[in-house]
């Protein structure tokens, strides 16, 4: 990103309160400093991880550019991961510090030092004595930066380590396919923890020279559009269970600041798109990545067709990609948000990444999306690898096995479905809402089965794994 001035704004923070904030870039850097001389102090040094558990506040932006100055490795963790979510980081990662809130820090596993809200406001209260800034780190793009922990189909979530080029390597996706102007405020409404906020929420904006607007709030569709026109923001990302919700449950008008809409994380409907269109002006322009990738395509800022609503785009500049049996894959060196290995495992030493994701593509290069070959669960825009679901719930007494499918559901997508064998009691619907509350204590809430089915034994193979693809 070019040299900007300090006094240039850089977040727009809207606390749990809605109490608002302006962030210049002076101010960011000389906070995320001195918050690097606190995390020093605690034992931090480069290359370690540091855990965040912190909602959309300030806070969160500060810890990561103050890991990012001193070298440390940002391990953003989604607020709503329970203790056996946590320790499944903990015990992959071993970070050395994690920066929470202190409510959600009670699900911190044992052994791992905290650094709560409180004691980060003391390291930047500039009428306290405060710790001496570490210097800012010189890193080769090779360098660790970031660990972002994705869902697995056969085992628990696996730690994707992305290298110091990951960061600047957003340029690509912001102004292809992002979109945002110098000057602009952009919104990316995805919580800390997901692959899509730590590139979207400040890092895509700032690389086009616009302001990021960072909200401490849950997701209520009589607000959303309010915040929208209230705050001026020109780009809104959102995931596509948000526009769907908007598009059923508020009445949707123009917005004059807003030029842009882009969206990520599951395919967006095309009725959908159309619907935004003929009530906002304007459509929704959809894009596609993974974890590991980064973004690969997405639809151009400016392209607005109607006959494209529904395609992931075409792939970014630069970017190449093939067609296996319908298998989408794509050169990975051509990519430059390419992730670097995952945690206890040797990097990727392939030309092509198979993406697991089928798709089509028509005579213009652009993209569609027609389904996955593994078991992962996309439902609202989170990613859920069965074998979480399903290791909650054989946690219960009265489960003897359980499998986690998808059901299409018409505002998020899919939602997770149980399919569950008793080792005792009889089925009913309280045990079933009984197993529900059982995985959302368990595991985070956005896991849990929206619907619980019940059944005398499981299809399996011969070798005795369960047909996941027959429940479905």
């Keep these: 990103m070019e040299r900007v001035p300090a006094s240039t704004l850089g977040i727009v923070a809207v606390d749990a309160a809605g109490n608002r904030r302006q962030w210049h870039y002076g101010e960011l850097i000389a906070r995320s400093a001195g918050l690097s001389g606190a995390m020093a102090a605690r034992g931090v040094e480069r290359g370690d991880a540091v855990m965040t558990l912190v909602g959309s506040r300030i806070e969160w932006v500060l810890a990561m550019l103050a890991c990012f100055r001193m070298g440390a490795v940002a391990m953003p963790c989604n607020p709503q991961l329970r203790r056996k979510d946590l320790e499944v980081r903990v015990n992959a990662a071993d970070p050395k510090l994690c920066i929470g809130e202190e409510e959600l820090l009670g699900e911190l596993p044992d052994g791992v030092a905290a650094m709560t809200m409180a004691d980060v406001a003391y390291s930047l209260d500039e009428d306290r004595p405060q710790e001496t800034p570490t210097e800012a780190a010189e890193l080769d793009p090779e360098d660790p930066a ?3 922990f994705t869902s ?5 979530p696996k730690g994707v380590l992305y290298p110091q080029r990951y960061l600047t390597g957003q340029r690509l996706q912001a102004e292809h396919w992002v979109g945002a102007r110098k000057g602009e405020l952009a919104w990316c409404t995805a919580a800390p923890g997901w692959s899509k906020s730590t590139r979207n929420v400040f890092i895509a904006p700032w690389l086009r020279g616009a302001a990021a607007l960072i ?3 849950r997701f209520d569709p009589g607000e959303r559009l309010a915040i929208v026109e209230r705050e001026g923001v020109n780009v809104l990302c959102q995931a596509p269970t948000e526009y769907r919700i908007l ?3 508020t009445e949707l008008r123009p917005v004059s600041s807003l030029r842009r809409m882009i969206s990520a994380g599951e395919p967006l409907n095309p009725e959908v798109i159309r619907v935004f269109r003929e009530t906002m002006g304007r459509g929704i322009g959809d894009g596609y990545g993974q974890t590991e990738t980064g973004a690969i395509s997405g639809m151009r800022p400016d392209e607005d067709d109607p006959e494209r609503d529904g395609s992931m785009g075409r792939p970014l500049p630069g970017v190449e990609t093939r067609l296996v049996d319908g298998e989408l894959q794509v050169r990975h060196h051509t990519v430059p948000s390419f ?6 495992e040797a990097p990727f030493e392939g030309e092509w990444w198979a993406t697991g994701d089928h798709v089509r593509e028509d005579d213009d290069g652009h993209l569609w999306f027609e389904g996955r070959d ?10 859920v690898g069965p074998f979480e679901v ?3 719930l054989v946690s219960h007494p009265a489960v003897a096995e359980a499998a986690a499918v998808p059901a299409p559901d018409e505002e998020r997508g899919s939602v997770v479905r149980a399919v569950v064998v008793l080792a005792d009691g009889d089925p009913s619907d309280e045990l ?3 197993l529900q509350d059982h995985v959302k204590r368990v595991t985070a809430p956005y896991k849990y089965p929206r619907i619980v089915e019940f059944t005398d034994e499981l299809p399996k193979t011969p070798s005795g794994k369960i047909r996941r693809a027959e429940l479905r």
């Design 146 to 148: 970031v660990i972002i």
């Design 152 to 156: 697995g189909t056969t085992g628990y």
């Design 215 to 217: 909200c401490d709030s």
């Design 247 to 249: 598009a059923k449950r």
């Design 339 to 344: 992730f670097s290995h995952y945690l206890d």
């Design 374 to 383: 593994d078991d992962i669960i996309i439902t609202a825009g989170y990613r």
């Design 390 to 392: 399903e290791s909650a």
């Design 432 to 434: 079933a809402a009984e």
